[in-house]
């Protein structure tokens, strides 16, 4: 399985440091766990059959351009 790679998110103030690491989550095949470096954002993202990333869970509030972050960062 792939290793773990740090990740930036674009916040609304500032960018969000953190690690990007794969993950086995449900039938998913590509499904990937950020964490924030400070500890205060979680997500979980994975890639459906078509190709299309989404999340499957993690902290509130999120902002859904996140989701197209982490998948460029992966892919």
Known sequence: MEQ???AKLTGTDSTI??????IAYGNF???YEFKSVDGTLHLVIAQEADGE???????????????????AQVS
Not at 17 to 22: F, K, N
Not at 53 to 71: K, N, Q, V
């Open 53 to 71: 990333w989404i999340r499957l869970t993690g902290t509130e509030p999120y902002l859904s351009s996140w989701i197209d972050e982490l998948a």
């Open 4 to 6: 773990q790679i740090e």
């Open 17 to 22: 440091d953190g690690t990007l690491e794969p």
């Open 29 to 31: 095949t590509k499904a």
